[in-house]
């Protein structure tokens, strides 16, 4: 059994629609003969579903998330599954030149903006959270928050589906990273590495999920 988030985050994952976690997992599972159940979850019982054996992996993952959790020492990673953005995301004309400017940061319930921690701690940024996806970047769009932390290829999916395409941007003056999904597991490291394997063999299937999901190419924010 495999713990998804139970947030719609489409194209990145939106169970039980099809989207890129789900092809790229069902894709490995049919390569091996074996059967994965998706149990979608909330965010913040995560870690603690698969300390208690009750998922058998975590998708995604990834230890910047929760670096302070001791949870985490016990787990095996998979070699990342995709590249995507950290940033802020914000409106057209709202040329911010630095996170201290942003006062209204708008992201998911349960969340870890890891690039906003010591601003939020200092009480320069307040956290402004929903559960909601279409929600939060409309927020954003009527000037309720100032930029939000989403994944880019996400924010964009629902842009077009507001007819408002292009109205909020990568902000390039405002820190921002790369960085990767990964399958995670505390009983079957074996797993992980037949998943490796998976990877390494299926490079083709990952540029072809890219493409289909419209995920945002990560080489111009290197």
């Not at 993952?61 to 995301?89: G, Q, V, Y």
């Not at 601003?119 to 279409?134: A, D, K, M, Q, V």
Request: proline share 6%.
């Amino acid at each position: 059994m495999i713990g998804v988030q139970d947030i719609r985050y489409y194209p990145l994952y939106d169970f039980p629609k099809p989207s890129h976690t789900k092809d790229l997992l069902d894709a490995f599972a049919k390569s091996k003969g074996y059967k994965f159940t998706y149990l979608p979850l909330p965010i913040l019982r995560f870690d603690k579903w698969l300390e208690d054996e009750d998922i058998d992996f975590k998708y995604p993952d990834n230890r910047r998330w929760f670096p302070d959790k001791p949870l985490h020492t016990k787990l095996t990673f998979s070699k990342p599954t995709i590249e995507l953005i950290a940033c802020a995301m914000t409106k057209r004309n709202k040329a911010y030149s630095s996170r201290k400017e942003v006062k209204r940061l708008g992201s998911l319930l349960g969340f870890h903006p890891s690039l906003w921690v010591d601003l939020i701690n200092s009480g320069n940024t307040r956290l402004i959270e929903s559960p909601s996806t279409i929600d939060i970047i409309k927020q954003t769009l009527f000037g309720s928050v100032d930029a939000i932390n989403l994944e880019p290829s996400v924010v964009n999916y629902h842009l077009k589906k507001l007819n408002k395409e292009g109205e909020l941007i990568i902000n390039k003056n405002i820190n921002y990273q790369v960085y990767t999904y990964h399958l995670s597991t505390i009983n079957h490291p074996e797993i992980i590495t037949e998943f490796n394997h998976f990877l390494n063999k299926n490079a083709e299937l990952l540029v072809e999920l890219k493409s289909k999901y419209n995920i945002v190419d990560v080489t111009p924010y290197r």
